[in-house]
């Protein structure tokens, strides 16, 4: 099996499917003429997404820890490719129940992310060109940068509930 295609091809699902909600982001700005009252959800989207960039700006450019296994010297800690996917698409398990009513469709989709998370870590050590420490590496920075997006959400939810029953 060709992993790294196969890789390749889940990271830029993963590309295409934060695509689709920075368009609607966009959308809404546009339409609501203003970016506060842009979902939150797609507001702070950024936050996780800076975070991983910053990641990846650290360990490809300035530490870099380990190199790939298949000897080719390039950086491979944390796995770019892990880290990636993996955070986008946690994100988008976040947000899914803001904009996917269906209980079934959810899990579907859910259940099709992680398959696909799973595929990725599992490709890259495959190929040769990560080894399962850098997969666990990009594994623990998306789950942190994701719970701190996760917490954020809850966070503003709960605000928004206080001043609403204030409101009244």
């Given at each position: 099996m060709q992993?790294?295609l196969i890789t390749?091809?889940?990271?830029?699902s993963?590309f295409i499917?934060?695509g689709?909600?920075?368009i609607?982001g966009?959308i809404?700005w546009i339409?609501?003429?203003?970016?506060?009252?842009?979902?939150?959800?797609?507001?702070?989207?950024?936050l996780p997404?800076?975070?991983?960039?910053f990641?990846y700006f650290?360990?490809?450019?300035?530490?870099?820890l380990a190199t790939r296994?298949?000897?080719?010297?390039e950086p491979?800690?944390?796995s770019?490719?892990v880290?990636?996917v993996?955070?986008?698409?946690?994100i988008?398990?976040i947000v899914?129940?803001?904009?996917?009513?269906?209980?079934?469709i959810?899990?579907?989709?859910?259940?099709?992310?992680?398959i696909?998370?799973?595929?990725?870590?599992t490709g890259?050590?495959?190929?040769?060109?990560?080894?399962?420490?850098?997969?666990?590496?990009?594994?623990i920075?998306?789950?942190?940068y994701?719970?701190?997006y996760?917490q954020i959400i809850k966070n503003?939810?709960k605000?928004?509930?206080?001043?609403?029953?204030?409101?009244?």
């Open positions: 992993w790294e390749n091809i889940i990271l830029i993963s499917a934060l689709i909600f920075v609607l966009l809404q339409t609501r003429k203003s970016l506060k009252k842009v979902d939150k959800q797609l507001r702070w989207m950024p997404l800076a975070l991983m960039a990641t650290l360990f490809d450019k300035v530490i870099i296994p298949n000897g080719s010297g491979s800690f944390p770019t490719h880290l990636v993996t955070t986008i698409y946690f988008v398990t899914l129940p803001k904009y996917v009513e269906s209980r079934k959810r899990l579907v989709l859910e259940i099709l992310i992680l696909l998370v799973s595929l990725t870590c890259r050590v495959l190929a040769g060109l990560h080894t399962p420490i850098d997969v666990i590496g990009g594994l920075f998306a789950f942190a994701s719970e701190i996760y503003r939810k605000k928004e509930k206080k001043a609403k029953k204030e409101n009244r």
